[in-house]
């Protein structure tokens, strides 16, 4: 890699990792995922009423073993928040059809895989909180879009997730996943003024950083400042 003109990655860590191993710093360029900030913005909650939710909590994505949705589940059973708080678990994977069958109840529900995209939005904004508790994960997708709407978040500190929600959420350390998760559910769901200020800062963030739109220019900036070297190169 210390050989390309440019390295294009997600993360300020990934960029301190290439460089460690002898990759120039002016040759790395740090786009990171993005999301459409104009489509995913907060809005209705008309779907937590179908749930009659008093509150929400969700979990959007696979639902596999390393996606520790059961660690999610526990930990949701141990906050004592009445019956009208719910936790939605919007996704399928290898671990769906057990986890529906043992948790399956008035206050966890699973949708299976939502493919329209309408759906998964006015799912996203209908959360109170969202909770990605992730053993492996790069830059998740359903976490920025979660944020873009404006929704208060969780995410386990793997990948480049803490970095992205750090001082906009709460971040909790994978070695301790089931006490930190219960005490960060425990704490938004006691709190709701706490909640309102974490999602406007999960909005700003997003707008800030992971807007679609502004990473596309850059990416395309990096493309325009190289196509000039490239050409002497040709020549």
């Known amino acids: 890699m ?32 993005g999301v459409d900030v104009d489509k995913y913005a907060p809005g209705p909650q008309d779907f937590k009423q179908t749930l009659e939710a008093s509150a929400l909590v969700g979990y959007l994505g696979r639902v596999d073993p390393e996606k520790n949705v059961d660690v999610l589940i526990r ?89 992205a929600l750090r001082g906009a959420g709460m971040v909790v350390d994978p070695k301790d996943l089931d006490g930190q998760l219960r005490l960060a559910l425990r704490t938004l769901v006691e709190f709701p003024e706490f909640r309102a200020e974490l999602g406007r800062r999960a909005r700003a963030r997003a707008v800030e950083r992971y807007s679609l739109s502004d990473n596309l220019d850059r990416l395309l900036a990096v493309y325009r400042e190289l196509r000039p070297a490239a050409g002497a190169a040709a020549s």
């Open 2 to 33: 210390a050989s390309f003109d440019r390295v294009i990655i997600f993360s300020a860590q990934q960029k301190a990792l290439l460089e460690h191993y002898g990759v120039p710093a002016i040759n790395v360029a740090v786009i990171p995922n």
């Open 75 to 163: 930990a949701f059973q141990d906050v004592d928040s009445g019956d009208d708080v719910k936790l939605i678990v919007v996704g399928s994977g290898s671990e769906r059809r057990r986890l529906e069958r043992r948790y399956a109840s008035r206050r966890i529900v699973f949708t299976g895989q939502v493919l329209d995209e309408s759906e998964r939005i006015a799912m996203l904004r209908a959360m109170d909180i969202f909770v990605l508790p992730s053993m492996v994960e790069g830059l998740s997708l359903s976490l920025l879009e979660a944020m873009a709407c404006g929704v208060p978040s969780v995410a386990t500190d793997v990948g480049s997730d803490g970095e």
